[in-house]
């Protein structure tokens, strides 16, 4: 029984796992395609004014306190303890908590329109990042309640479900800022456009966290004290997190926009736009984890929870490697065919952004450790102390570097922190051996970084910028290194357990085509 539980769940976070990696294909696919697209119609300013418009929007996510990963952390220990009582009383405490913070959402909103003319100097300009932010904002505010449902999904480990709206999702808002250009409409028109294609998208959303979880209800109980403050003593250091992954990711544009201008916001997008999804696509691939090391907490299963982090390790290594020098190796060639030669200056800085990010995802699997065992406040020092350190740098390289100075500035901070620093308190406050962490570690990044070396040479013949070329080089070079990495870096165990669940699942698939068959 035990066995076919674990089977069930390594096949809900396969299914999820691949879907989720299609919706970030698909959305890297749409961003890359409308970017440029967008650009030439709007021009590199306004463009830019629509980056920066973005990133203030995406300040918002602090408005969350972490709540949405409390939900399903509390949710998870929940299930893994079998008391569908208090999964109910999580939910209903945060929906009420999520609904305030929605209404505040929108009064943070109003004060920014009013304060619009700080931003920007000019009258006409200032009129329009007004409306642009109330539209966002008001987006926004309504995401706020929705993201317990999300956090129940996530609990349910029904990322497929969750991947499949995203897709959904956007394809509904790509489609809709593509007839918006063309019919002549500017970024007034483009936000009200992403506002259109969330409606339908939180709708279904809650439909489908309502049939996933019964126990899922709104109900008019009072909020429970204690579970409020059981969420918020979990969420408070995932809110000082992400005020730190705020200012690691997100300050950036702001920094280049008041010391170079908007039309070099535009260059650093080029760049950053690479490592955005360089970062979402390892997350796809084993973020997913922390639920299942949740309730493997929740169980006290201490042996199958250090199984499951050694291996996400390796996978998040393997799949970080592979990405981070992808970049590096295609990036230059496929800027030039993609944006053009103007901003082939954005080269270097991808490199720094790629090599800081694959400090950090490279070693993710760590940190769902600490969230899943309750030990994350470390992590959010680790993580506040890099955000200052890369803010530093960035003021003080931004001048004489450029937009170079602001990715050198992210480098730094993450060569200091997840190098130096994040191994070793990870080990000390999860109980892992440091030794065997760092040799485990050592060991599997050494056989990616040569396998990976390997098939840059061996595929160099089609790094030039070309569409056909660069496409059938990265085919080729995915395919080796994922044959490469079957046999030289997972062991024979962990081929073992992935071919049972592959294989399982292509059979139930066959047995549920046969008797679909049978009927009709």
Known sequence: MMGEKLSSTARK??????????????????SFLLMPFIVHHLGDRLYGFWTLAAAFIGYYGVLDFGITSAVSQYICVAIGRNDQSECRTVFNTAFRIQSLIGGVALLVTAAIAAAAPWFCH??????????????????MAIGFPVRTFAGVLEAQLRFDVQSGLGIFGLALRSGLMVWAILKGGGLLALAWMVLFATVPVIILQIWFARREAPWARIDHSPVGSKIAKRLFSYSIYTFLGMIGDMFRFQLGPAVIASFIGLAAVTHYRVASVFTSYYVNSVICAVGMVQPVLS?????????GLEKVFFFATRASLCISIFIGFSLIGWGKPFIARWMGPKYQDAYWP???LSLAVLLDVGQSP?????????????????????????????LLLVRPLGVLGVALGMLIGAFLIRIVAQPFWVCKVSGLHFGDYMRFMGNTVLRCSCLMGAVIAIVSWGLRPSYPWLVGSAICATATYAAGSWFFVFNQREREQLLSVVTRRSHEQAKLASISAAIQ
């Open 13 to 30: 976070l396969l299914s999820g796992s691949v879907l989720r990696l299609a919706n970030l294909v698909a959305a890297g696919a749409s």
């Open 122 to 139: 000019n009258p006409t300009d200032a009129a329009l990042f007004r409306k642009v932010i109330i539209i966002l904002g008001v987006n």
């Open 295 to 303: 309730r493997l907490h929740g169980a006290q299963d201490r042996n």
């Open 350 to 352: 991808l490199v720094a």
């Open 366 to 394: 760590s940190i769902n450790m600490l969230y899943a065992t309750f030990k994350h406040r470390f992590y959010t020092y680790l993580n506040c102390a890099e955000g200052l350190i890369n803010l530093v740098c960035s």
